[in-house]
């Protein structure tokens, strides 16, 4: 299980990044934290002439919020980093505890956030958490910057809004209210395998104790990142209440379409993102702040 | 850049040169242009965890690396966990609780279990047991090792203390 | 004889295998390094059933790098075919490998083509550019459609049914007529593989001028291959040598005869160099032997009160796409190991072999043993809930008791009759079990809900043989420099078997243990050998190494005698020398002294022995129980198993630490085969699980509290040391007691666990389908 040959570059910045991508076309990949790119490789699936190495480019790592309280994150920070950074666990607790859910430590020490939204695998944590989140991803391209919400970035399985020419370079994940509720389960075969359903869910509960904001997303329930309107829909304007998350989850159900696999069915996946979406809200309502 | 790439990697504090393919990975480098044989295959797809090594003290899958990449790091293997021809205190709790059977997964876990002591020097059981769940044996059934990580870092705590 | 120091049998002493392993100098196969060698890469078929029109090497062979390129039209006509060493049933012979494919390819990983390059890299590289042009046949991938035989695999055959026979004991027949209790249900067991963490791989030197074919990284029957490696390669076997390196795991897969053993060495012929060839984790999970695949009709018919008066059964092994060398042991010891440790008076059973267009099957660690004990006491607890009676209970009833052993279980496989349970106690070893877990504080609460999730106590016994099969050899030298030698024709895979040598050397010497160094499983060190498997090592290696250090303590005291100049029955051995009765007279002549002064007499020997010990065809039974606590998220399938026991009666413990090592080691996988492992196929004959990130192995996120025990009540009559094998027992039971205990969780929702593995699917799909 050998890789084909490739030409391999390291840029130390974006623009240099970027001509070499302009130069190789489709012909090459961005290489970030190898950790799903390098397995395609050396099973011959993925082949690129060229490789671009990211990981020479100060410009793309970093964490910091800005005065609005947005947390701008660099496209090759590594998810290990998500999950102990202390700046991150106050700015975004959820995706602070999402992060701890992807693989394991070794995988995680070198996998990067904006290397997981780019492979866009259906079943990954972190496009879920993008897309629950309602982060934003800073492209930069031969014609500039662009910004794309999360929920038009997610096009297909392992397919995305980037433009053959572009790259991310950061994500930017929105305020996060101090009183926010959260949470996130996911079912996998073993601890650190792939989802088979995950869902990710936060909201808020207004002065007038009812749920403002309620967001809810599914990874491992169809092509791509799900976000579960259907249960947004019930649970917005009501009293937060076991019942009441029920029926968020019966009408949640709805918006999955999760496929078949070795691993789970599609029945298997639609009946367990609903006792998902119950269990999580549950969570998310019972956790002290 | 096509074709051979001279490089230089600091392996174990030790410079060593070679001339490889970009597609070479460290696993692969380490092991026929090194001549070191410690670090194992047992996947080549990041899974197993039998490659892992230390990258700047942070363990990695040297099979998902290409040896081109590493040429800024500090790259720590097993044939360097022991000191001045002593094994270090991890080995030693590996060999006195009966943590290796065939011993081919057993590199893997030495580097990771150093990489998780120096980080967390006090960890409960569980937290040991999931500090390692990215690492496959097939022979011990994880306990003897789970007791040799604690074991360790018992010994290490003790040797610290003045 | 030996003084009361030096006492290493029984002792958990630490292994001699781990400094080198330890620090990253272990020498595996791949670690070795030969001058002019080349690397070879395998083409596997990608189609699991299909003729095949052409292949073209030519692009291949023109890549720089490459050295050479063959496929079968370049190394026929005359083929040698993979021998059966074990349980060939008449039929067999029909379904034999060559090494190559030859006008036909049936499962996807057979091998079609072979390239030698310089390395692995551009050996994959000319992988690519071989053009294979396969015509696809419809691939048979299920017992049932191999049986039917509509397309047949091997055309010459006429069917798919490899062998097939009837054995049994008793008279089944009238007792199922007669019974108060009967109950059909079919079991059907996950096809899995054993997935060492290392790969296969050798490294073949063959120089036809010499001769000499010298194969690296062999294992586990060194000396039965090199016998039918010289007749396949027309050498006398002395020009064939087997060397054994380090080894990451046998488990029973590895070490047999593969078509890789044929194709290495012609690789080298035909290049006139050494070459290696390392199977990659892809070639691994199609090419090594998968195991465990069974489909089982199973009867039971018992009294009223659950006493059990007959089992019937039809066992049907998904043999793959030919019979390799274990030949028919899976679903062969799946048959004889049905009845158990039970008093099951009448026992008939119709044993029968498919062939289909998978890969070829072969032993597992428990071959047939998994199977049977999980189909068996999944059966018992279906009857124990039928007739009102507690699970252990029932077992207790039907356990043969101590006063009716030994047990002539009658020939429950072909030609097999002489086996015999030996004396044993298996009431109490499930009875430790029970009260080991706590049977009675969780019998009335299964089902349960706690913590949210439905809780289940599963129990199952189990028997299992050891130590079968031909004689094991043993040579010990005393150099003059006080090192001792210890040669044996027993194989290291990785179980510590250096050490447990050394123990029983170091004991009967009556020396220090560090003195020792022993060599293992090459054919070079002894002129025969048995090898490892059936977890024979401590029983057959320990016992030969016992007899050759007898007799070279007799030796000593003869050239003691001599020294001396006096009768060597004045004279004594111990502690590591000759004594004299009157000490005065002299100081004892050391191993060492000894071994010089037989250097310098006139022909120059070499202080040695050699012994054999045979079992003749003695097996001893180890058996035990185990016992699992899971519990089960019922809205989600998924199974968390939080505390095991089990308990085996293993004779007598050589080390105790490396017993428990095996039961925990075993346990492990048994989980794993219970609740993960799956070789899954399309209905093309596609393996869907071909990289560990779809075939799941346990890892320590899966531990549960464990407790092993090693029971050393009935030492075995069959050997003075009372051993009995130890590597099995900490298997055979997991799926049996895993499966009964998440049934038992579920017991409020009566459905049906009857099929392995439990995967979260399988269990919501049951669940779903009575509306829970």
């Not at chain 3, 063959?206 to 490696?229: C, E, M, Q, S, W």
């Not at chain 3, 062969?332 to 498919?354: E, I, K, N, W």
């Not at chain 3, 290291?492 to 029983?504: D, F």
């Not at chain 3, 050998?529 to 059936?534: A, L, Q, Y």
Request: aromatic share 6%; net charge negative.
């Amino acid at each position: 299980m050998k890789p084909p040959k490739f030409d391999y570059y390291a840029p130390t910045d974006i623009d240099g990044a970027l001509a070499l991508i302009a130069e190789h076309g489709e012909d090459a990949r961005f290489l970030a934290g190898g950790q799903s790119l390098v397995p395609m490789m050396n099973f011959r699936i993925a082949a690129p002439a060229a490789l671009i190495d990211l990981n020479r480019i100060p410009a793309l790592r970093g964490i910091r919020v800005d005065d609005a309280g947005s947390l701008h994150i660099g496209a090759m920070t590594r998810t290990r980093q998500l999950e102990t950074d202390p700046e991150i666990a106050a700015a975004n607790p959820l995706l602070h505890a999402a992060a701890a859910h992807i693989a394991h430590v070794q995988i995680r020490n070198r996998g990067t956030l904006g290397g997981s939204l780019a492979h866009a695998d259906p079943a990954a944590e972190l496009p879920g958490i993008a897309l629950v989140c309602d982060a934003e991803i800073l492209l930069h391209g031969p014609n500039g910057k662009r910004t794309v919400a999360s929920d038009s970035f997610f096009d297909g399985v392992f397919s995305t809004a980037i433009a053959d020419d572009e790259m991310i370079t950061e994500i930017i994940f929105p305020p996060w209210p101090n009183q926010r509720r959260w949470g996130f389960q996911e079912i996998s075969r073993r601890d650190g395998d792939f989802a088979m359903i995950g869902i990710a869910a936060c909201f808020d509960i207004g002065g007038d104790g009812l749920i403002a904001g309620a967001r809810l997303a599914a990874i491992g329930a169809g092509d791509t990142p799900l976000r579960l309107t259907s249960g947004e829909a019930v649970l917005t304007g009501q009293a937060p209440g076991q019942a009441l998350f029920t029926d968020a989850a019966f009408a949640a159900i709805d918006d999955l379409r999760p496929g078949n696999d070795i691993h789970a069915s599609a029945a298997y996946r639609r009946e367990v993102g609903g006792v998902l979406v119950e269990r999580v809200l549950t969570e998310a309502w019972g956790r002290a702040l | 850049m096509t074709g051979l790439h001279r490089i230089e990697l600091t392996v174990n504090g030790n410079p060593q040169d070679c001339e490889i393919e970009a597609r070479m990975t460290l696993a692969d480098c380490l092991r026929e242009k090194l001549n070191m044989t410690g670090t194992h295959l047992g996947c080549e797809h990041g899974v197993c965890g039998a490659g892992t090594v230390l990258v700047d003290g942070v363990a990695g899958r040297s099979c998902l690396m290409f040896a081109v990449q590493a040429v800024d790091a500090e790259i720590t293997t097993i044939e360097g966990l022991a000191r001045d021809g002593k094994l270090s205190a991890l080995q030693q709790a590996f060999h006195d609780n009966f943590a290796l059977q065939c011993g081919f997964c057993t590199p893997g876990f030495l580097t990771t279990a150093e990489a998780f002591l120096a980080e967390n020097p006090v960890p409960t059981r569980a937290e040991v047991q999931r500090a390692i769940s990215g690492n496959i044996c097939r022979c011990t059934g994880y306990v003897s090792i789970v007791d040799a990580i604690l074991d360790a870092a018992e010994r290490l705590r003790a040797e610290s203390t003045p | 004889m030996t003084g009361t120091a030096h006492k290493y049998i029984g002792k958990s002493v630490k292994r001699l295998e781990d400094e080198r392993l330890l620090t990253g100098t272990g020498a595996y196969v791949d670690d070795l390094k030969l001058p002019g060698m080349a690397v070879m890469a395998i083409l596997r078929s990608p189609h699991a059933h299909a003729r095949i029109r052409g292949i073209d090497l030519s692009a291949a062979r023109a890549l720089p790098g490459v050295i050479d390129a063959f496929s079968a039209a370049d190394i026929g006509p005359e083929l040698p075919l993979i021998p059966i060493r074990l349980a060939p049933f008449e039929g067999f012979e029909r379904f034999l490998q060559p090494p190559i494919a030859v006008g036909k390819v049936r499962y996807v990983g057979e091998p079609v083509a072979v390239v030698i390059a310089s390395d692995r890299y551009v050996a994959e590289d000319a992988l690519e550019l071989i053009d294979i042009d396969l015509d696809p046949i419809s691939a048979v991938t299920g017992i049932e459609q191999a049986v039917a035989g509509d397309v047949l695999i091997h055309e010459d055959a006429g069917e798919n049914m490899g062998s097939r026979y009837t054995v049994g004991r008793g008279d089944a027949e009238a007792a199922f007529a007669d019974a108060a209790y009967t109950r059909r249900e079919r079991f059907v067991t996950n096809r899995h593989s054993a997935a060492p963490m290392e790969t296969r791989g050798l490294i073949a030197e063959f120089d036809a001028g010499i001769p000499l074919l010298r194969l690296h990284g062999a294992t586990k029957v060194t000396y039965f291959n090199r016998r039918h490696l010289a007749v396949a390669f027309d050498l006398p076997e002395a020009a064939v040598e087997l060397i054994e390196t380090d080894v990451g795991g046998g488990f029973g897969v590895r070490g047999e005869l593969y078509p890789e053993d044929y194709l290495v060495p012609i690789a080298s012929r035909r290049t006139g160099r050494p070459v290696k060839w390392i199977e990659d984790r892809r070639e691994n999970l199609m090419a090594t032997n998968h195991s465990r695949d069974i489909v089982c009709d199973l009867e039971i018919a018992a009294t009223a009160d659950g006493g059990i008066l007959a089992m019937r059964a039809t066992v049907q092994g998904d043999m793959g796409a030919y019979i390799r060398t274990n030949g028919g042991v899976v679903a062969s010891r799946a048959a004889q190991f049905l009845p158990g440790p039970y008093r099951v008076p009448s026992f008939s059973c119709d044993v029968q072999f498919l062939i289909t267009n998978k890969t070829p099957v072969g032993t597992l660690r428990g071959p047939g043993r998994f199977e049977a004990n999980f189909c068996r006491e999944r059966m018992l607890d279906l009857m124990a809930d039928d007739l009102g009676i507690d699970p252990a209970e029932l077992r207790l009833r039907n356990l043969l008791e101590p006063a009716e052993l030994p047990y002539r279980i009658g020939e429950l496989v072909p030609g097999d009759v002489n086996a015999t349970f030996d004396p044993g106690d298996y009431p109490s070893a499930l009875r430790r079990v029970l009260a080991e877990i706590g049977y009675d504080d969780w019998k009335d609460r299964q089902g349960d809900i706690i913590d949210g999730r439905a809780v289940g106590l599963g129990i199952a016994c189990f028997i299992e043989s050891s130590a079968a099969g031909p004689p094991e050899t043993a040579r010990i030298t005393a150099a003059p420099d006080g090192g001792i030698e210890i040669r044996t024709g027993a194989s290291s895979v990785g179980q510590g078997t250096e050490t447990g040598l050394a123990q029983i050397g170091a004991e009967y010497l009556g020396i220090d243990i560090d003195r020792i160094g022993v060599l293992h499983g090459s054919s070079t060190l002894l002129a025969s050998g048995g090898g490892t498997f059936h977890s024979r090592n401590t029983v057959m290696a320990g016992n030969a190494v016992r007899l050759a250090a007898e007799a070279l303590r007799d030796r000593c005291v003869e050239l003691a005698s001599l020294r001396w100049n006096t009768e060597a029955d004045e004279l004594s051995y111990r502690d590591g020398a000759v004594h004299r009765p009157d000490e005065a007279a002299a100081e004892p002549l050391t191993l060492a002294e000894l071994a010089t002064f037989a250097r310098s007499r006139g022909g120059k020997e070499t202080l040695s022995a050699d012994a054999a010990f045979e079992n003749e065809g003695k097996l001893s039974y180890s058996y035990g129980a185990h016992a699992a606590l899971v519990a089960v998220d019922v809205a989600t399938g998924v199974v968390e198993v939080k505390r095991y026991v089990l308990a085996e009666e293993i004779g007598r413990a050589l080390n105790p630490a490396l017993v428990i090592g095996q039961a925990i080691g075993g346990m492990m996988q048994g989980l794993g085969g219970t609740l993960l492992d799956h070789m899954v196929y399309d209905e093309d004959g596609q393996l869907l699980t071909g990289s560990f990130a779809d075939y799941l192995l346990p890892t320590s996120a899966n531990l549960p509290d464990i407790t092993a025990i090693a029971l050393e009540e009935f030492p075995s009559e069959f050997n003075p040391m009372g051993f009995k094998g130890a590597g099995e027992g900490g298997i055979v039971a997991v799926a049996a007691a895993i499966g009964n205990a998440v049934a038992l969780a579920l017991k409020p929702h009566s459905i049906v666990i009857n099929e392995l593995p439990l995967t979260p699917d399988r269990l919501r799909a049951l669940l779903r389908a009575v509306g829970a």
